[in-house]
């Protein structure tokens, strides 16, 4: 697969699959003697999940989850650049970080830009994985109903 | 690796925090900053203690960079509806900020205003002398600042005139700050 | 009420800490400490309510709460909360919707065929309640045989990727109240920001039920369902998923999924109205959902929301169609914490009542001299 081919919105769903040690080992290594400055202040806080309600659609506040964020400008010793940037659902700055250099990595198309999107496709793999899970669980357990029919008509819900 | 200035840093707002503290409760006392960014104004200093992304702030002026901005996380917002504004005390002010509702005084505008020169005697003839008093002055001192036009004290004294309404001021020179809450009385001398 | 300064207990609380973690760990040579992913996997649905009570989705430091607190709900969701109390908020997602998840199980009582199809999922509700005894000395191979052995050989192609909600239908058709285009742009009403005043909005109310307690809520639930109350709810609608979290890239402004957050979701049709004197009558409608497999939460949080909107419009007539009644007693920090309040010294009070009883019997005693 080519960077091409893979959104930089599908980043940090893949990216995130991948154990953080792993990717925070990898980014150290790739970053060292880069020129990192932060764009705006690494923090780690809570975020607030806003849901709309399927009754009325009416927005209401579901509940926080952790979050951490990073934005990053990189200059590399031969003098390429990139921004970079991420918020990450996990309550440490130096997940978010990793990941923002991951995000400018990529599409910066820095010096190692191989190597992470090889961490891209493990993480779609594991991702795809998961999917594949969920959907041996609905299939193992979905309802046939064809028998009932036979013993009576019961009418089904309109199509939408 | 990454660089993170003094002035973004938990320890060192703490330090400017606890000095803006004693600056509002002893109005017109000057005081040395805490930390003098290695990039950036005195002003950005004092922003960044005080301002996050649940404030706004307006920069009538253009004093802040481009990318200051993100740093302080604060929502842009017009001079009449900021939390915040930072303005160059050189020129006339040419808004009113938000004074706040009998309510809730607090909803009330802060203004760093950027002055050339604070202190208690000044060698500038241009310099503003003001006899202060109020809470937090032993029965009276005196401020001067240079590079503050005048008409800033003739708008405050209607901004201040309905306590608890009003707005509250730090200013700021290259390296001392001093704070005005809006119950100084401010006589210029 | 007077709370009296104590100097004596400093020492008594400091072993209470001690002798506390003593009764976690006495369990003897052979045991191990618990750790945090056997209490996410292996305890899932109580980790589930610890989430979901704590009000943060954090699988890491709820399973560390039910360790430190020993099992006791109260107390984890409480430390959970605390937590999240110490936190600065960051951002707030755009209003995300419940079609995006990912479902493991989806159920329908109101219809038999829906768009997609019926698929139970991890359920309990159709096990029989017998003790499996086997499980008292599972060995690890054969714990770690079960996950391993049941993939084979099942045919995932014939479930689609997505799956309509089923309210849609009966949308199509005109069968549910109009959705109101104002409220769309409506600022939530934030529960961790602002105390309750009533009256209060819906989306007050809604925050507050999916953090409350699971129990307050179903016995309140409950009460509607017994009798004390009109709802007589049928689930339109049971979804169990994982709904992507999207923010938009701080750099280019485009949603990208951060996370992904397991959430139990359910739509309940109670009795049909009219809703003005010349419209069609509709159904109506309650909504309840959670984070976590929290069947029994999301049921009851439905049928309440229903009762609530029925006792904000025509006033209440039953506990459960009350907002006060509900929303301010369902919340499990609130409840057990005034609870537990009971336990602090109240000595200068109950002197005070020691004191009224005496002058009140002597005075008896005196009107009635004792033979």
Redesign the interface.
């Known amino acids: 697969m080519t960077m091409d081919m893979i959104e930089r919105t599908k980043w940090l769903a893949a990216l995130t699959a991948i154990p953080s040690a792993e990717l925070m080992l990898l980014t150290e290594e790739l970053s060292k003697g880069w020129e990192i400055k932060p764009m705006s202040v690494p923090q780690s806080g809570l975020g607030m999940l806003k849901l709309n309600d399927t009754a009325f659609a009416e927005p209401f506040y579901m509940g926080e989850f952790p979050v951490a964020s990073a934005w990053l400008k990189i200059t590399t010793p031969d003098g390429h650049t990139a921004e970079g940037a991420a918020q990450v659902m996990d309550d440490r700055i130096e997940v978010a970080e990793a990941h923002a250099l991951c995000d400018a990595i990529l599409s910066g198309h820095l010096p190692g830009h191989d190597r992470v999107l090889t961490m891209v496709e493990k993480g779609l793999a594991i991702r795809e994985e998961t999917r594949l899970e969920r959907k041996r669980i609905l299939a193992h357990t979905q309802v046939d109903f064809s028998l009932l029919d036979d013993v009576g008509d019961e009418k089904g819900v309109p199509n939408a | ?4 200035d003094p002035i ?1 840093q938990p320890d060192s707002q703490q330090k400017q925090f606890r000095l803006l503290l004693e600056a509002m409760s002893r109005p017109g006392e000057c005081y040395a900053i805490a930390t003098i960014p290695e990039d950036g104004s005195v002003a950005l200093s004092v922003l960044a203690t005080l301002l ?3 404030v706004s702030l307006a920069d009538p002026d253009d004093l802040l960079r481009i ?1 200051d901005w ?2 302080l ?1 604060a929502k842009p917002e017009l001079s009449e509806q900021a939390d915040y504004i930072l303005c160059d005390g050189a020129h006339p002010p040419d808004f009113i900020p938000k004074i706040g509702t009998l309510a809730c005084p607090e909803q009330s505008a802060t203004l760093l205003l950027v002055v050339e020169e604070l202190g208690q005697a000044i060698n500038s003839q241009s310099a503003l002398k003001m006899k202060l008093t109020g809470p937090g002055i032993a029965a009276s001192s005196i401020l001067s600042i240079s590079g503050l036009n005048p008409e800033w004290l003739s708008v405050r004294e209607d901004w201040i005139d309905s306590f608890p309404l009003g707005v509250d001021w730090i200013l700021v020179d290259k390296a001392r700050i001093t704070a005005l809450p809006r119950t100084t009385k401010v006589e210029l001398l | 009420m007077g709370y009296v300064a104590i100097k004596g207990g400093g020492q008594a609380i400091e072993g209470t800490k001690q002798v506390f973690d003593y009764l976690r760990t006495r369990q003897g040579d052979t045991s191990v400490p618990l750790d945090t992913s056997t209490i996410e996997n292996q305890l899932r649905l109580l980790h589930s309510r610890v989430i979901s009570e704590g009000g943060v989705y954090h699988p890491r430091l709820a399973s560390l709460a039910i360790k430190q607190a020993q099992g006791d709900t109260l107390e984890a969701a409480f430390a959970l909360r605390a937590y999240r109390s110490t936190q600065p908020r960051l951002v707030e997602t755009p209003a995300l919707n419940t079609g995006e998840m990912r479902i493991t199980r989806r159920i329908s009582s109101a219809f038999k065929d829906i768009p997609g199809g019926q698929m139970l999922g991890a359920t309990t509700d159709y096990h029989l309640r017998l003790m499996r005894l086997e499980l008292l000395n599972e060995s690890p191979e054969q714990f770690s045989e079960i996950a391993k052995s049941w993939f084979s050989g099942i045919d995932v192609d014939v479930i689609p990727d997505t799956f309509p909600k089923v309210l849609e239908g009966l949308r199509a058709e005109g069968l549910l109240p109009e959705i109101d285009q104002r409220t769309r742009g409506q600022v939530p009403f934030d529960i961790t920001r602002e105390p309750l005043i009533f009256p209060v909005s819906r989306s007050a109310a809604l925050a507050t039920m999916t953090r409350a307690e699971q129990g307050s809520l179903l016995a309140m639930a409950y009460s509607n369902m017994r009798g004390y109350g009109d709802v007589h709810p049928t689930v339109a609608e049971l979804r169990v998923g994982y709904l992507p979290v999207l923010l938009p890239h701080p750099i280019t402004g485009d949603l990208t999924e951060i996370g992904e957050v397991e959430v139990t979701e359910c739509e309940v049709i109670a009795m049909y109205e009219s809703n003005e004197a010349n419209d069609k009558p509709t159904f109506t409608l309650g909504y309840g959902v959670c984070f976590g497999h929290n069947e029994v939460k999301a049921i009851s949080m439905a049928i309440l929301d229903r009762a609530l909107q029925k006792g904000m419009k025509d006033g209440p007539t039953n506990p459960s169609e009350d907002p006060e009644f509900v929303l301010l007693h369902v919340d499990g920090i609130d409840s057990m914490g005034f609870c537990s309040h009971y336990k602090m010294p109240h000595y200068v009070t109950f002197q005070s009542d020691m004191d009224r009883l005496r002058k009140t019997q002597q005075k008896q005693d005196v009107k009635e001299p004792v033979v």
């Open positions: 690796m990454l660089k993170l973004w996050d992304a649940e990318e993100p740093m996380q």
